[in-house]
């Protein structure tokens, strides 16, 4: 399935390796390869996770306190955010809209 990354989840996943790799150099790289498999999964999967709210699912991440926020829609799947799991879930509320 085509898989369409909102502009602010691109953001946030580029904070995150940004932080990661300052807190050990390549760290943040290998956070990025196991967003890109999460991903991967989402794309050949998308109905494997549990929904999250009516519309969204939810992937966790390996290796990291994350989850990939995203909807399926009929022209393909939506990222909505890339969130840290230790954030308040509210604060990615009104993507679901």
């Given at each position: 399935m085509k898989l369409?990354?909102?502009?602010?989840?691109?953001?946030e996943f580029t904070e995150a390796v940004d932080y990661y790799n300052?807190?050990?150099p390549g760290l943040g790289f290998e956070f990025a390869a196991e967003?890109?498999?999460a991903l991967d999964r989402i794309a050949?999967?998308?109905e494997a996770w549990p929904p999250s709210s009516a519309r969204s699912r939810r992937c966790l991440v390996c290796?990291?306190?994350?989850?990939?926020?995203?909807?399926?829609?009929p022209d393909g799947i939506v990222v909505l955010a890339?969130?840290?799991l230790q954030r308040?879930?509210?604060r990615w509320q009104?993507?679901?809209?």
């Open positions: 369409r990354i909102l502009s602010c989840a691109e953001q300052a807190q050990r967003i890109r498999v050949a999967f998308p290796r990291f306190p994350y989850g990939i926020l995203y909807e399926v829609r890339i969130m840290p308040d879930p509210a009104e993507r679901l809209s």
